[in-house]
């Protein structure tokens, strides 16, 4: 299985002094889940509860650290549902790294790779919660910069955001472009790609040629910036609840 952590593998002796460490506080590493240009990610147990363990190259560590530390200084003003809590930092024996929430279900990178067929209704619970906590995240002052298929887990029912690693904060909607509306934009193109519902044919998809109402498709078109885009978050929950929530008909 494809995991959503996606984080440069540890030698023997590294995953050896790795345990010792992890072992002065409680926690028992228990397998890998991924591996990356900048680091590894591990589950790790405590008692009877998982959590993921994010432990980044030391050599990013070395150039880049102050970098590295804004994503748990972001994730510990975040206190929602949907994100991962932030339980420890580690920062000893040659190790910096996070030890997060273990968040439940597939990615939608590994839903859309094992060829899932969204329906309209998943897709729409799926953007509902994903522009929800982006309103949330706004309300922070706080952009993702990273939302895509793979950082986005859902059990069928609940959905979460992971990897806070290029966030940063943000003043107001500055410019044209904002990323994370793109993305949001981006990542219902490709969950609408395998709904039978939306689709007429699979070898000739375009936004263009989706089964949407007039309303429903003005929303994707303004989060992609084929027209006038969003200002804020807020404007974009009004209206897509309005397009999507309650013009079921």
Known sequence: MKSPYQLMRLSGSRIRTLCGTLARDRFALVKPLGQGRFGSCFLVSRETSDYVLKVFNPNDVKRRKEKLTRESK??????H?????????????????????????????????????????????????????????????ISHRDIKTDNILWTGEQ??????????????????FNPDCWSLGDVFLRLAANCDEMTASSNDFSLAQLDLKPVQREVIERLLSIKRPYRDFHTLTEEFNHAWLKNTD
């Open 74 to 79: 972001l994730l510990k003003r975040i206190d």
């Open 81 to 141: 549902p949907a994100i991962p809590k932030l339980i420890q930092v580690l920062d000893r024996d040659g190790f910096y790294g996070l030890v997060m929430e273990k968040m439940p279900g597939p990615s939608l990178a590994d839903l859309l790779e094992w060829d899932h067929s969204f329906s309209k209704t998943e897709i729409t619970a799926i953007m509902a919660q994903l522009i929800a906590v982006m309103e949330y995240l706004a309300g922070l002052n």
């Open 159 to 176: 959905l979460s955001l992971i990897d806070f690693g290029t966030a940063s904060g943000v003043s107001r909607f500055n410019s044209r």
